[in-house]
């Protein structure tokens, strides 16, 4: 647990399993947040999904942390931690890596907090880090645990610089481009291509067939399996149901849905009771919340331009 942090009254459960919604608090309004999304540039963007700079100055800010690709991330204010399902929880550092996330984890922090960062793709993740995604998927590290010493010493640096006003979140955001990108190495080139192959794959359908997967491949099942695990954090048939509660959730979120996206959704579960526990699970909310206010993280998280990883 951070030094000097309790935590916050009622913030308890998750330790049998649950969802992020068993975990009963009261979450930030989001008239209190404000998130920056900043384009990668054209050099990053095959590993950058987007950079960010986010704000809250409140003195205790509770949110949800949808499933995810990983990020690279400084925290100029505020400390706290991200709960897990299996009860543990870890800080966030001056400086962190968040693995990729399989299910929506609650985040708690003493406010203020800003934070500025990158999201990175399956294939940045990988050429970043070198680490397999199943493995250590669900955790919040220390950035010198899995890029060295050098992350922190940039983190050091910036959070000095925004705190002094030397430099903007933009700038910082931007800075964090340039720093990752000399860090990027080559990724087996077939590697490659299958997790491009599995992008595709996730964006054609809201429930796509693991069978087109295997065919565009060029890898048996058990290949597959094993390289979308290392690349992705989960196999397949997990990873689609992951993408398709995010993209469903999406969808829900606007004010108003075309004929066409109520058939594909329709089609996508079981039945309404199906739809509700994999969106629960994965992003951490019912639908019936979705256009809530008061879930401003959520609703930029599974925003359309941060599942841009996918070709849809």
Known sequence: MVEGFEGFPGLTGGHNGGTAADFEVELTSGDLIEVDYIAPPAAISDFVTTLYHFRCDEPEICDIQPASVGHFAIFPKGRGEMLFRDGRRDPNHASVVMTPLSTAHPIQVKGPMHSIGAALTPLGWAALTGLHAGEICDRLLCASDVLGQDAVDLGEALNADYLSGAQTGHECALAIGEFLKARFKPVNSRHAQLIKTVNTWLGSSLNPSLDDLTKAAAYSTRQVQRLTERYFGLPPQALAR????????????????????EAQLAGAFF???HM???????????????????????????????LRELDS
């Open 271 to 273: 039945d309404q009771s």
């Open 242 to 261: 992951k993408y398709r509660a995010l993209r469903a959730a999406a969808l829900l979120s606007f004010p108003s849905l075309t004929p066409e996206f």
């Open 276 to 306: 509700i526990r994999e969106i629960n699970l994965f992003v951490g909310r019912t639908p019936a919340r979705l256009q809530d206010p008061d879930t401003p993280f959520l609703s930029e998280m599974i925003a359309p331009q941060n």
